[in-house]
């Protein structure tokens, strides 16, 4: 059973790098958005951080 992904037919290393790198931006934007929301709802409630 011989499927397209096989073993033997791997993609360029800069296209696996470039998954890496574009996967590990997104999580470091999501990080970004979720404590700018958490500051967001930390200053309606009162709390500031200076």
Do not use: N, Y
Request: charged letters at 15%; a positive charge; proline letters at 2%.
């Amino acid at each position: 059973m011989t499927g397209k992904h096989g073993l033997d037919e791997k993609r360029p290393l800069w296209q696996r790098l470039g998954w890496l790198v574009l996967i590990w931006a997104m999580s470091v934007a999501a990080l970004g958005v979720a404590a700018w929301v958490m500051r967001l709802f930390m200053g309606a409630a009162g709390l500031t951080t200076h």
